[in-house]
């Protein structure tokens, strides 16, 4: 049995038979299994090391030193500490210049995971447990390249220089921000405070580390809650994870997403495949069943093939699949901190289930039907065929793959708002394709150019046209909208900001460099910018009731109130802001906030109402006076809240201020680190460029496996083509027969499968279109103008991919002579 | 005008020592050998023999839509081994009707459009009015516009006689014409057939194995294993 099995399975391969249905299956597969185990090596490096990724246990959180009387207690409780203090920096050294992220670790740390550094002195790598030597930093590779430096040169930090004693290998907690916006320097805390770097009101995060038994972590948790003040935080591993997750999560949900399309249109490809294989077969069936093989026979023949064909096919995929992950993990491999851990087993199982579950879902249906073929079909060949529903055939195909959509996507609300886009794209490009086709029903083939004749043929097989059309429409859409994330609407969103938008901040600033600031510009002969004052607060009550997180539903609400405020005062309304309601001040000794729309529409405040932010201990309460619409995209200096000058304490104050810096002015920045060490630059030109990178190379992933879903599409194309072979072989013998010559059967085929691709590259640049404008609107908030190149581009790739595709798919059509199909 | 007089006196169909030999798992096999056959114009041939004879093959030789082994077949004067397959099939379209036991009608076109095909090859300019003319001839005007799995088989037969004449073809290649049809359905076909060959005067080449449908023929060809047993005519 099993070596009539494969004797006939190995038939059927090498005649070409089951060809498509292979490949259908290996894209299928090769795209479920890539993603799955890119996916799979990204989690394993965000959850694996869960509590690694916080060097602790547990974490106190806070913008602002934390008190003795903390630590005391959590020593008290048997817990083990230690001190992180972390910021942002310029460092420099000669005339270079470079931001880095600061961290200076106390004597312990990391309580949990490892720090290696290989030390200059031996270069041997060291697990350590506690900082730098006084006087020394630790620098990741990554900085010691952009500045042109190595192991044991001087860098300056602040007032301070040091010496570079070792480089950072590994450290635990560095994923907490997945991406990373400069590289590490690791110092000594007791250097702190000589490099005056850290002010009043520096952006500086305090973090107090805990571990320890799980009992007495949880008496500290208890005992910490209420002492919380706004801003600070207590963070466990599930914490950690939420927020680094988020953003990759988005991707890998595209991802995910891109590959199930093709998924499906692979199943339908396999669909197409199987049907026509049992059509014929049903003659050899018949025959089986007159030479005495029983239904159950054939049942296990056909299973038997199928399974074969399954493991042989998801094999291959499974291959294809883990060759295109590493191109997946390369693409995105700047994007991680660290290196992303092998991938385990089980994704791969998982795709050799799902390529099962395809094949058998899609295939073993109409095969089954195979084992009701009536053995009198032998003698009478108009017997009816077998006949199975098409919900009966596909129905628990489909419910089992949109069961994977929903546990791949791990949400039921997102996989329901998914499955009802694609249907909404699928019956929209499906119900133009139907026009389209329906329009062509009018081209009739009189007239006797061979033209006419491969136009007719689309619209007299409407229901196999519609399926090639959606197939490969859909795979050309999602490359095409990529393309136009990609280019259009990225340009679009920079095209919004002026050329000469400020690209650096200045934060940090004292008061007494106000003057000395100015001056510096002046000597530069750069235009002194505007300096604003800066003082951080915490919204205390609204109308005087107190306000915090659980006073709000919406998770931005909540997000905010639990952040410090940065609150300003000026006399005059920066450009940046338009008045929406109320009115500006227009006495000094006016009392008022004038609030952002946005975040009052968050918060639920209105004008009028009566706001008190707590400042360094004290409660300053005004009125609402005014709310104003931001354009934040200017990158000016931008506050939520403005107060009139003198209602806030100038003492509490730091000054930020924004410039735009000419290209090749670079120095400058270098000379005012050298006379400002506090000051800190934050390069904006440099953040953008390194978000669009980010972008960029997500989009790139995503467009990298929707080529899967080109390709799906083309499969599809491919098993409609061969389904439809027989019966083009005796059309063309016909019409060779009554004199038709070589030239104008393949006008008509190439112009069959022409129109096709040109209606397909309209479907796509439609559809793609149409989404872009959503994108546009919902995700970067701009009015999509079009694109009118995507049209003409579309139509021709279409024609050219579905062209080439079909000529090559029935060129056999020409070879056969006509004598053995007529007589 | 002498032309045409020209033509008229040299035959139609000449087949010299015509042979097909084809490959076999037991070495060549020659499915026909040596036939030799002249037809005038307007004359009816019945080729006969049993199955495996030879009697398609030597039918798909004289359409040119294969070349012999051995041998030439020359229409109205022109050797068909000269011409490449497009030219054969350019000759056919001017020169040959077919009617073949299993009709063989396009199925994705209606009645209709399958009698227009023939004319709109040759680039008639009035392929849709001839072809409705011809429908209305066999009968089937008012089931033109049906599909060919909406007809019955003798309607199918008709609609390919129709097709077969519609460009007024001088020989007329017909393959078991009744072979698919119950006896009744298969009278009137051939009266149909014979009918509209004798008012168009087109020569006639019919292969069948009905001894009856034979005898109408003018001349009559056996053919066993692939040779000429005998020939009889009038």
């Known amino acids: 049995m099993l070596a009539f099995t494969l004797r006939s399975l190995w038939r059927e391969l090498a005649s070409g038979e089951l060809r498509v249905l292979l490949l259908g299956l290996i894209i299928g597969v090769g795209a479920f299994t890539s993603v799955a185990l890119f996916n799979d090596r990204v989690h394993q490096a965000m959850t694996h090391q869960a ?8 974490l106190v959180q806070s913008p602002s030193p934390l008190p003795e009387a903390w630590k005391q207690s959590a020593l008290g409780m048997g817990l083990q500490l230690a001190e992180t203090t972390s910021f942002r920096s310029m460092t420099l050294a000669g005339e270079r210049l470079q931001m880095a992220e600061v961290k200076a670790v106390s004597r312990g740390y990391p309580l949990r995971g490892r720090l290696l550094v290989a030390e200059t002195s031996g270069h041997s790598e060291q697990q350590r ?52 916006i400069a590289p590490r320097l690791m110092m000594n805390p007791l250097d702190l405070p000589a490099t005056g770097l850290l002010t009043v009101g520096s952006r500086a995060e305090y973090r107090l580390l805990l571990a320890g038994e799980a009992d007495a972590l949880e008496v500290f948790r208890g005992w ?16 950690s994870r939420r927020e680094l997750t988020s953003a990759l999560e988005r991707a890998e949900r595209f991802l995910g997403l891109a590959s199930l399309v093709s998924l499906l249109l692979a199943a339908v490809a396999i669909a197409m495949s199987a049907n026509r294989y049992a059509r014929r077969h049903l003659d050899n069936t018949a025959l089986l069943r007159c030479l005495g093989a029983s239904r159950q026979l054939i049942t296990r023949i056909f299973t038997g093939q199928l399974l074969l064909l399954g493991l042989a096919g998801s094999l291959i995929g499974l291959l294809f699949g883990y060759l295109v992950q590493h191109l997946l993990a390369a693409l995105l491999a700047g994007l991680f901190i660290q290196q992303l851990p092998p991938p385990t087993l089980q994704p791969l199982l998982l795709g050799l289930l799902i390529g099962l579950v395809t094949l058998t879902g899609f295939a073993l249906p109409p095969l089954l039907a195979l084992r009701n073929t009536p053995p009198l079909r032998v003698l009478r060949r108009e017997m009816p065929l077998p006949r199975l529903s098409r919900l ?91 393309i136009l994330i990609r280019t259009d609407l990225l340009d679009a969103w920079r095209a919004t900001l002026p050329f000469e938008a400020p690209n650096h901040f200045l934060i940090n600033v004292q008061a007494d460099q106000l003057a000395p600031l100015e001056k510096f510009f002046r000597q530069q002969k750069q235009p002194a910018p505007v300096i604003y004052p800066m003082v951080r607060g915490r919204l205390h009550s609204l109308n005087g009731t107190p306000v915090d997180a659980d006073s709000y539903a919406q998770p931005r609400a909540k997000q905010l109130i639990q952040r410090e405020f940065n609150l300003s005062w000026m006399e005059r309304m920066p450009t940046a802001n338009r008045l929406v309601s109320g009115h500006w001040w227009s006495r000094t000794d006016e009392r008022g906030w004038s609030v952002e729309k946005g975040i009052a529409h968050s918060l639920g405040i209105q004008l009028g109402d009566r706001l008190a932010f707590e400042i360094a201990g004290q409660t300053v309460s005004a009125p609402v006076t005014s709310l104003r619409k931001v354009a934040w995209d200017s990158f000016e200096v931008n506050f939520f809240v403005i ?8 003492t509490q104050a730091s000054y930020i201020t924004a410039f735009f810096l000419p290209p090749g002015e670079e120095p400058l920045l270098a000379r005012l680190v050298t006379h400002f060490p506090n000051i800190t630059d934050i390069d904006v030109g440099a953040l953008m460029q390194r978000v669009r990178s980010i ?5 790139l992933s995503v467009q990298f496996v929707s080529l899967f879903t080109l390709l799906a599409g083309l499969v599809v194309l491919l098993a409609a083509v061969q389904s439809s072979l027989d019966e083009r072989i005796h059309e063309t013998a016909i019409l060779r027969t009554l004199g038709a010559l070589k030239g104008q059967i393949r006008v008509a085929i190439v112009t069959e499968f022409m129109a096709l691709g040109a209606i397909a590259g309209l479907l796509a640049a439609l559809g793609a279109s149409l989404i872009a404008a959503l994108l546009a609107d919902q995700l970067f908030g701009l009015r999509y103008q079009g694109n009118l190149w995507i049209w003409p581009v579309s139509l021709l790739s279409g024609m050219l991919l579905m062209g080439v595709s079909g000529v090559l798919g029935v060129r056999s059509v020409l070879q056969k002579p006509p004598l053995q199909q007529i007589l | 005008m002498s032309q045409q007089k020209h033509a008229e006196s040299r ?4 087949a010299e020592d015509l042979s097909k030999q084809v490959s076999s798992p037991d070495g060549p096999l020659d499915i026909l050998q040596g036939v030799n056959l002249d037809l005038q114009h307007s004359e009816t041939l019945a080729v006969v023999g049993a199955s495996g004879s030879g009697k398609s093959t030597l039918l798909g030789l004289l359409a040119g839509l294969d070349l012999p082994s051995r041998g030439r077949v020359e229409l109205n004067g022109q050797n068909l081994n000269s011409l490449d397959e497009d030219g054969r099939a350019r000759l056919r379209r001017e020169l040959l009707g077919f009617v073949f036991q299993s009709f063989h009608l396009l199925p994705s076109l209606t009645a209709l459009e399958n009698v227009m095909v023939p004319l709109e090859l040759v680039g008639h300019s009035d392929a849709r009015i001839l072809a409705e003319e011809w429908l209305q001839r066999v009968g089937l005007q008012p089931r033109r516009l049906h599909r060919p799995n909406q007809l019955s088989g003798g309607e199918q037969q008709r609609v390919a006689i129709a097709r077969a004449f519609a460009t007024s073809p001088q020989l007329l290649l017909a393959d078991e014409p009744t072979g698919n049809l119950d006896q009744q359905t298969g009278r009137k076909v051939i009266d149909l057939l014979f009918e509209l060959n004798r008012e168009h005067r087109t020569t006639l080449i019919l292969v069948t194995h009905d001894t009856a449908l034979a005898d109408q023929c003018s001349r009559r060809l056996e053919l066993a294993e692939g040779r000429l047993l005998q020939a009889s005519g009038c």
């Open chain 2, 11 to 14: 035959p139609i169909v000449r």
């Open chain 1, 129 to 180: 447990q506690a900082p730098p030597e006084s006087g020394s930093v630790w620098l990741e590779r990554q900085l010691l390249d952009r500045m042109g430096l190595k192991p044991g040169d001087d860098i300056q930090l602040g007032e301070s220089g040091f010496r570079i004693s070792g480089l950072i290998l590994e450290e635990p907690d560095r994923g907490g921000s997945l991406f990373s």
């Open chain 1, 224 to 239: 910490i809650k209420p002492r919380l003040q706004v801003g600070q935080r207590l963070l466990g591993p599930r914490d």
């Open chain 1, 51 to 58: 509590g690694e990724l916080l060097a602790a246990d547990l």
């Open chain 1, 643 to 650: 107060a009139p000058p003198g209602q806030l304490d100038v």
């Open chain 1, 695 to 699: 972008i960029d190379r997500v989009i």
């Open chain 1, 392 to 482: 009966a055939i596909y129905g628990p195909a489909l419910v089992v793959l949109t069961g994977l959509l929903a546990w791949q996507a791990d949400d039921w609300q997102l996989t329901l708002l998914v499955s009802l886009g694609l249907l909404a794209i699928l019956s929209l490009l499906t119900l133009v394709a139907w026009l389209l086709t329906r329009m062509l029903q009018r081209v009739s083939p009189s007239g006797g150019q061979p033209w006419r004749l491969g136009l007719a043929n689309i619209a007299r097989h409407p229901e196999v046209s519609i399926v090639q059309l959606v197939a490969v429409g859909l795979g050309m859409m999602v490359v095409l909208l990529l």
